[in-house]
């Protein structure tokens, strides 16, 4: 398991080399499977403890959703 806990407000991708389940461990963030999120608000929002199965070779967009620092879990699967 990988934590990323310096998440900005600012969008951010990687790209999946594996299946993985993303959780939001704080705070909230927006995952969007696009590398060009159309807004800030784009995508979808994961508060506390909800996660989102990814695919390989996803491109995965997410940043900092709100005020609060947030951590996001990577659990290859």
Avoid: H
Avoid at 55 to 66: E, L, N, P, W
Wanted: glycine share 6%; with cysteine.
């Amino acid at each position: 398991m990988a934590l990323i806990k310096s998440i900005p407000e600012t969008w951010t991708e990687v790209t999946l080399a594996a299946d993985e389940t993303w959780q939001c461990r704080a705070g909230s963030v927006l995952l969007n499977d696009t590398d060009t999120p159309v807004d800030d608000d784009d995508g979808l929002r994961l508060d506390l403890l909800v996660a989102k199965e990814l695919k390989a070779g996803d491109i995965v967009s997410y940043r900092r959703f709100g005020g609060t620092p947030a951590i996001i879990a990577r659990v290859a699967l």
